[in-house]
């Protein structure tokens, strides 16, 4: 072989030693696998080192084998030794054996006896045991039986079915399961729903009984409901208390009581337990809703005595209107305690519905019975009764909004009966006033009248002090229609309560009622009766006039303070101060009229005898009257207003010279003597006369004689003849007669040229001893005439 290099010589070399390690470690490996040969094997052929791995793995085997010689031969002295030794025990092994199978033998036989005995011991305990575990068995499940007896002999007595469901929910959750896997229990579970349904059917006719009490029960929890909540704002027990209740006591215990405390709950509690515990709860809660609908619907079914009619007394209509509603307002007390005490029997939901079906026919029912009422005081009490049923339910959380809204529209209604029956009680206030100044002759009487028509008068004391005496200047209707309209006032009030209102809103609401009082009602009853006085009343009912317009201040106060309003925040004034002045214009004319209707009476012109010769030396009895009738008049305006006086008084008088003046131009005079002219001129002179004496205060006397101005100078010129002063100074300022009008000259000169051409004296003695020839006074009657009328007629084409 040729040499290798020594690169290849030294991998060989590196080589080599690499197969030493990895058959070494296989080596090893085996030594320490426990026989798991595979893995080394695999590793020692796939590698191809089967050659090298077998050549050291003989060495290794021989290098155990030394190892092994030396061992044994180490050992082997004691070896022989012990094998000596068991070879001298040899012999009394086989003594032993022989002894060892005889015993056996006898063994053997005397076991076969024994083993029969304890096979029947065996058996004989295990019975016992059957016996015992039977014995423990019927113990252990002894009560299960007890407890189904129990519940078979509840049920079939029927005496606490309450007892039988505890028993049957016992037996069901607690012991059948015990005993689940032996045949009774399946007997005993099969009864078991026979028994439910059977509690079910009583708990359902123990509902009929409770549903029966609840809705005779109803009407006094309603009562009582009422009761408080009345106590509570103040209401006066009439209003919820039946007329025959009234006369007794009122048992003020009902006060302490919740008002469903007269119905006992406990049998609807016991019953809704064991349906839920039967898992018919939603079944006993339908029923339940659907009866007691049935009973709400029967509840607002009015009552026959609710009806209005003549029959029936105020008395039985209130007393049926209480109970009805005592019954609704019981009905839903009771439904809102059985929905805070029970869970899942009724809900928030099934109240609403109940009272959203019951609230429309309850609002058509008290709307159909308000509009059937035409009485204003059972109207409010009507209206009373249902404020304390609104405010009562309010308490139980349901909503009456549409009620208030309901007593808002009838309470116009009630306003217009009410303005009907203050109206009536005016009219027969004014009618039955005698229309004199109010006398007080007693110090209590004047402090009562003070006390509630407080108009601050200042009037003075009589001049005797040790006896009280006021003259009031308004008559008795006064005060009287002052405490109709407060009364009236109070009423609207009343009937304004517990509607909900605004401040605002109450204020306006009682505004316009009193203010249509005023304005149309009293008005009206006082211009009728304007028209149908007579005149001394007429002067009372100016003054009356007066002080009801300032109590008209007295009534506003009033209406601020029932209504606890501030008269800066009002919402208006009442309109009665207007109404008064218009009405006291109205009384001043009929006064005026009236007068001067009177004066007409009195002066009986037309038979006045214009054709005398002479006059009687004195005024004409007529004036006379006229005069006297004028100055007691005019005295009775004392305490009128100072303007009224002074215009009657001028207004008298103007139309006493009017009279005169237009009775001797009257076309139905056809001829006057001079005679009657002088008897005029002394009839004037009482007039002048009067006009002098009389006393008005603010009247200038020299204003009322000139009212007498006209008929002076037109009786003057006729007197003194003084035909060519007034012809010559006629539209001259400094005219001695330039009130004289050129046609009533011209109609009195064709008067008298009548007279004087009838012969019928028309010679007249106008001074002592001075006579006119007919002749001449005819024909100075003629040239005044004449001129009078060229006067006339270049006026005119002027």
């Not at 290798?4 to 990895?22: D, E, I, M, R, V």
């Not at 116009?412 to 004014?430: A, G, H, W």
């Not at 402090?447 to 108009?455: A, G, N, S, T």
């Not at 005169?660 to 008897?679: D, H, P, R, T």
């Amino acid at each position: 072989m040729s040499p290798q290099p020594p690169a290849t010589s030294s991998t060989s070399k590196g080589t080599g030693t690499t197969l030493y390690h990895n058959v070494q470690n296989y080596i090893k490996e085996l030594e320490i696998s426990e026989g798991q040969l595979s893995s080394v094997l695999k590793n020692v052929y796939e590698n191809n080192q089967r050659e090298e791995f077998m050549k050291r793995l003989d060495d290794r085997v021989k290098q155990y084998d030394l190892e092994i010689e030396k061992l044994c031969s180490k050992n082997y002295q004691d070896f022989v030794k012990t094998f000596n030794d068991l070879l001298s025990v040899r012999e009394d092994t086989s003594v032993l054996k022989n002894q060892l199978i005889e015993n056996n033998e006898k063994i053997q036989v005397l076991g076969k006896s024994l083993i029969t005995k304890v096979d029947q011991l065996v058996l004989e305990n295990r019975k016992q045991n059957n016996i015992l575990l039977s014995i423990e068995t019927l113990n252990r499940y002894m009560p299960v039986f007890n407890i189904y007896r129990q519940l078979k002999i509840q049920m079939e007595e029927k005496r606490n079915y309450y007892q039988a469901l505890k028993l049957l929910e016992e037996l069901e959750n607690n012991y059948l399961p015990m005993v689940k896997n032996y045949r009774f229990a399946q007997s005993i579970h099969q009864s078991l729903p026979l028994f439910k349904h059977q509690i079910k059917d009583e708990t359902i006719s123990d509902l009929k009984d409770f549903l029966e009490t609840l809705r005779v029960e109803a009407v006094k929890c309603g009562k009582i409901a009422n009761q408080q909540m009345a106590h509570k704002i103040r209401i006066d027990k009439k209003y919820y208390l039946m007329e025959s209740e009234l006369e007794k006591s009122e048992d003020d215990s009902d006060l302490k009581k919740l008002p469903f405390d007269v119905v006992d709950f406990s049998p609807l509690y016991k019953n809704l337990h064991m349906n839920q515990v039967l898992g018919y709860k939603a079944d006993f809660s339908d029923y339940y809703r659907n009866q007691r609908k049935k009973q709400l619907k029967l509840a607002l079914d009015p009552n026959p005595n609710m009806e209005m009619n003549e029959s029936k007394s105020e008395t039985d209509l209130l007393d049926a209107y209480k109970r009805y509603l005592h019954n609704i307002t019981g009905f839903f007390v009771i439904e809102d305690q059985i929905l805070s005490s029970t869970e899942g029997l009724v809900d928030e939901r099934y109240m609403d519905e109940l009272f959203s079906k019951a609230l429309p026919r309850l609002i058509l029912i008290i709307r159909k019975i308000m509009e059937e009422c035409s009485n204003a005081e059972l109207m409010l009490k009507l209206k009373i009764i249902i404020v304390l049923f609104c405010i009562t339910i309010e308490e139980v959380q349901f909503p009456t909004i549409q009620l208030s809204d309901l007593l808002k529209e009838i309470r116009e209604k009630y306003y217009s009966m009410l303005l009907n029956k203050s109206s009536d009680k005016i009219q027969t206030i004014l009618t039955e006033d005698n229309y004199t100044c109010m006398e007080i002759d007693s110090e209590e009487a004047y402090k009562l009248l003070m006390e509630f028509f407080p108009l601050d008068l200042k009037e003075p004391k009589s001049g005797n002090s040790e006896e009280f005496f006021r003259r009031l200047p308004y008559s008795g209707c006064v005060p009287k229609i002052f405490l109709e309209m407060k009364e009236f006032v109070n009423n609207c009030v009343k009937f304004s309560e517990g509607l909900n209102s605004s401040q605002t809103e109450l204020d306006d609401m009682i505004r316009k009622p009193t203010n249509r009082l005023i304005t149309e009602r009293l008005s009206e009853n006082i211009r009728q009766l304007i028209n149908r006085v007579s005149l001394t009343q007429l002067v009372q009912i100016v003054v009356n006039t007066i002080y009801l317009e300032k109590s008209i201040e007295l009534l506003e106060h009033h209406l601020l303070s029932v209504i606890k309003a501030n008269s800066s925040k009002q919402s208006g004034k009442l309109q009665g101060i207007s109404v008064f002045k218009d009405l006291r214009s109205e009384a001043e004319t009929q006064i005026y009229e009236l007068l001067n209707r009177k004066i007409d009476q009195l002066l009986d012109l037309e038979s006045f005898n214009w054709n005398m010769t002479e006059a009687q030396g004195q005024a004409s009895d007529y004036m006379k009257l006229l005069l006297n009738f004028l100055k007691s008049n005019l005295d009775s305006f004392s305490h009128l207003p100072s303007k009224l006086a002074q215009t009657a008084c001028v207004s008298a008088c103007r139309h006493v010279a009017q009279s005169l003046m237009s009775q001797m131009i009257n076309s139905k005079v056809k001829s006057i003597n001079y005679g009657a002219i002088e008897q005029l001129n002394l009839d004037l002179l009482q007039c002048e006369t009067f006009a002098h004496s009389i006393r008005v205060d603010g009247l200038d006397n020299e204003t009322i004689l000139f009212c007498f101005a006209d008929v002076r100078q037109m009786i003057d010129l006729v007197i003194s003849k003084e035909w060519s002063i007034y012809l010559n100074d006629y539209g001259k300022p400094d005219n001695k007669y330039n009130r004289v009008q050129l046609i009533n000259a011209q109609i009195l000169l064709e008067k008298l040229r009548e007279g004087a051409s009838k012969g019928k004296g028309i010679l007249f003695r106008l001074d002592i001893g001075a006579k006119t020839s007919d002749k001449d006074d005819l024909k100075l009657i003629e040239s005044a005439l004449k001129q009078i009328k060229n006067l006339i007629s270049q006026t005119a084409n002027f």
